[in-house]
Structure formats: C-alpha cells, structure tokens
C-alpha cells in the first residue's frame, strides 16, 4: 500500500492485487521507526497513523535478575528526525488509512479476491495470472512490484532464492488487557527482558499489551497454542501474577532470510517477500516500507523518462545490502542478547548509556536511521 500510494501520487497508474476478500488484519508487526513516521507523513498518513496509536518515546532493556538495565530515549535524535519516538500502531491500521486515501485516486485501483498465481516478462511487459474464483485472468503492465509477504508467489515464479535460514523455535504472541504499568510503574511502552531460560519482550499498543516468548521445538504446535502454556509463560513475568486476562495467542515460525535479488528485469521484490527476520527490534515492516519508498520515488523518475533504467538497480543494491548488513546482523544479534544472563549486556548497555556520541550512534542504529544513510552512500 505505501508503494502503490507513493507511485500513484508521483503521476504513474497502479493497480493493487490482494489476495484475500480484505485488507489483512493479521496481528504482527506493531513498532513504526522515526523514519518510517517522516516518509509515512510524506504521504499524508503519519498523523492519522499516531492518532489511532500510541507514542512511545523511550524504551527498556530489562533482565530478570538485574531488573532495568538501560533506558534510552529518542529525544537524543530529535535533530534529525520530525518523529522522535516509535509508534505502537497495527500495521493493518496503517494500511487502511492508505487505502481510505486512495480510493478515489485517478491512479489508484486494488482488486479483492485476486491472488497472483503466476509470473512472465518479456523486454516490454510483466504479465500477471489471477485466480479469481477458479477462473484464470491476465493482466500485464510496465512494471510489477512482489510485496505478497513471505510466501510469495512473484518471489517463487521468478526461482529467486531465499538464502538463509529458519530458527527451530517458535515465537509465541499471547495479547493481555492486563495494566502492567500498575505493577511495574516506570515501564515503557517497548520493554525488552533478557534471561536465559525465559526472555521475552513486552510491547502496549491501544488497550493491549503483547507479550512474546520464544518456544523451543520440543513442545507441539497444539500444545504452546493453549491457555494453559499461555498462563505458565505469563506467570514467569512478574513475580505473583498469574492468570491474566488473554485475548489472543498465536504462534509464529521466526526465519532470517533475504531473496538473492530484489530485482529480476521488470519485476522488483518488497517487504516480507524480499526479507524476513526475528521480530526483535521491529525491522521487517519498517524495512518493507523503507523498500516501498525507495523503490517508487525511483520507478517514477523513470517511468517519467526522468533517468535511466540503470536507476532501478540502486534499489537492489541499496535496499539488499542493508537488509543484510544492518537489519539481519541486528536482529540476530538483538536475539543473543536476550538469551543471555544479562550480566554482560547490561555492561554494554551501561557503557553506551553513559557516553553520548555512543548513545547517539546507538539511537541512530535501532531507530534505522543509520541504514537509510548507509543506503544513501551505496551508488
Ligand atoms: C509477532 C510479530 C511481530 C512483528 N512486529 C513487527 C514490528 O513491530 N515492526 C516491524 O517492522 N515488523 C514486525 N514484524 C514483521 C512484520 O509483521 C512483517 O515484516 C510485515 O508484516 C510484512 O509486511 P508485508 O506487507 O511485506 O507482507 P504481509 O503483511 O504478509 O502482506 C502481504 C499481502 O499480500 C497478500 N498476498 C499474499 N499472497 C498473495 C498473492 N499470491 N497474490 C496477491 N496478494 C497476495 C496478503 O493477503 C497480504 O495482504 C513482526 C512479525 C511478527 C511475526
């Protein structure tokens, strides 16, 4: 939806297949970055995104046996960013705001019910195959951009690898109503908890806290998904509590996996189709939409005859090297962090807490801002 918004605004016709009867409303990514938020206003739709969520300026790592190790707040970077803060926000919230946008746009079309089962291109023209109801339909155009999440047909029709891995355990999510901050006062609406047995990080969107556990491969599917695991996880939170309130639990498998290009000719690779990591620092989606808009404001000059095709493979340089340099490396490393001790990392966050040029280095990283100047130095 961002792609398509940014390209339909910038002059060039797009049509949008979904798959499904409606704007998913899957419950996963929940944390927009600062400058996701900067390019989001761009489009007009930061503000109605921070209305339905909540700001979080600050956030926490914790352990269990040191309790707060460090705080860091994003106000040490407000100079280069018009959003010092993360916002706690479905992102299914933001897609239909994108989508009440652009509904009466003259460039702007999205079909329900149309997943994308095959891919061809020749040196002219992407041709698409739709699945509507059992009946195949064509239709081609100048460009096609695969932002069909993880499974991705586009990614598969075009045999692009996904090089990487899959991590034997499992992310549990279990949604509470629960107000932790009666217990825990000074918490922050992104709270992440290392230890070594158990760590889990602890994140408030609108009424709700989401709590997420890693589960390891010995227990089944049916098994981690029940109430009663749900309640044993839980009980190890804060010390006391137990049988909390539970509106939702689900069960994610976590990969780290990047497509070996994002551009094949006419053809490009977005978000998940193109990347998927741990969800510990909350990167996929802000990388997707990061991907979004790099790519759009680039296929516009060039679909205006503005610059050359080459144009196009700064995307895929760009946008896959810090997918791999930054976002994987981080989000690997965020999950070792929080399967240790915590004795080590707390010094480590100590030291960075208490030098400023370290801290603002630091704020710079997990906010992505460093990898968009990184992308920015790549030709
Ligand atoms: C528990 C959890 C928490 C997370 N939290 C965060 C977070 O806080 N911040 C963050 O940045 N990331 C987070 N992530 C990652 C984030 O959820 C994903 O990176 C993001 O949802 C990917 O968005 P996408 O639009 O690329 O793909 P999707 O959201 O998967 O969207 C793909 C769309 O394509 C449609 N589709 C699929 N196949 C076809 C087809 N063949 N034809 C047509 N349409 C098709 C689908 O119906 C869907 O609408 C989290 C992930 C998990 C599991």
New binding site residues.
Partial sequence: ?VAAAHLARSGVPVTV????PK??E????????PP?LDMLHALGAAEPLIKQGLKAPAFQYRSKKHGLLAQFDFGGIADVTQHPYRVQCE?SKL?RILYGQMLSHPNFELHFD????DVTQDASRVEIT?DRNGRTERRSGRYLVG????????RRALRVEFEGFTWPDR?L?VSTPFDFHGVIPDLTPVNYVADPERWYFL?QIPGVW?V?FLVNEDASDERVQTREFAQSLMAGVVPGISNYPIEHI?L?K?HQRVAKTFRQSRVFL?????H??N?LG????????HDAVNLAGRLATVWRGEAPDTELDRFDRQRRLVTLEYIQNYTIQNKKNLESSGDEFRLSLQAIAADPVRTREYLLRVSMIASLHRAEELC
């Fill in positions: 939806m297949f979904e798959g499904g704007l998913s899957e419950s996963r990514a929940s944390t927009f970055h996701t992102q897609t149309s997943p994308v089962v739709i932002a069909d999440g993880a499974s991705s047909k586009v992310l999510v994140l989401r997420m689900t994610y976590v977005i978000g998940d189709a193109a998927l990591n969800p909350g990167m996929g989606m802000n990388g997707g939409i």
